[in-house]
């Protein structure tokens, strides 16, 4: 089975400017879940998608919002860029809605620069 | 905001030693919890994951929960330089979006160097 994949792998863009980034899961898989990392605060959870239906959300600003597809592929938007955005973005696919005992599967990551 | 702390790091061993990584969490309605590694560059991997009070051994891997203090271990025996990562600590807490959603809340992680 293919892995999870992200786009693009790396995005240069200057503040105020929105930005649109996309994950497709594991095949079979129907729950995606979202992911900043930074070196100050982490890895620290976005939110989750589950049969095209937003489950958990954490603690960001409305600047950032997600979708999922009826294929389970995920985009995560992020508008308005701030410096503070610049930040690798990770998604995680799993066949069951989480958080769970269930793997979940990371993708390589975007790394988003806010110029 | 629920927590999850680690020390981190950078934390040396030798080859072949054991390395003892630690975590601590602050919900004590958390069950879960997870190692995951990371290697520069690269997507966190699942280790193992635990939930029950005690120890758990995959292999050269043994996660220890002790639900009381509010505290997990991960400990590698015979170190490799292969080892050498960001090991990350995650636990299931209630998530922003409030009773009933769950998220992970991961540690920053501890960066683990075996020296040969």
């Known amino acids: 089975k293919a892995g999870v994949t992200q786009t693009p792998r790396y995005l240069i863009k200057t503040r105020g400017q929105q930005v649109t980034l996309s994950c497709s899961p594991i095949s079979g898989h129907r729950s995606v879940s979202w992911y900043q990392q930074t070196p100050g605060q982490g890895l620290q959870f976005l939110f989750e998608y589950f049969s095209e239906t937003q489950r958990n959300k954490g603690n960001f600003p409305g600047r950032f919002s997600g979708r999922q597809f009826s294929n389970s592929r995920s985009e995560m938007n992020v508008s308005t860029l701030e410096l503070g955005d610049s930040a690798l973005y990770l998604c995680?696919?799993?066949?069951?809605?989480?958080?769970?005992?269930?793997?979940?599967?990371f993708g390589p990551g975007t790394r988003l620069t806010v110029l | 905001q629920k927590e999850v702390e680690q020390n981190s790091g950078p934390l040396s061993v030798p080859e072949g030693a054991i390395a003892s990584l630690n975590c601590t969490y602050s919900?004590?309605?958390?069950?879960?919890f997870f190692w995951y590694r990371q290697y520069s560059g690269k997507s966190p991997e699942l280790i193992m994951f635990?939930?029950?009070?005690g120890d758990k051994e995959d292999g050269r891997f043994t996660a220890q929960l002790n639900k009381a203090s509010q505290y997990v271990s991960l400990l590698i025996r015979d170190s490799q330089p292969s080892d050498s990562a960001t090991y990350l600590c995650a636990g299931i807490t209630i998530a922003y979006s409030g009773a009933g959603s769950y998220q992970l809340t991961f540690g920053k992680g501890t960066k683990l160097s075996v020296i040969p």
């Open positions: 919900d004590r309605g958390s069950q879960s």
């Open positions: 995680a696919s799993s066949e069951v809605a989480g958080p769970s005992t269930d793997t979940q599967y």
């Open positions: 635990i939930y029950s009070n």
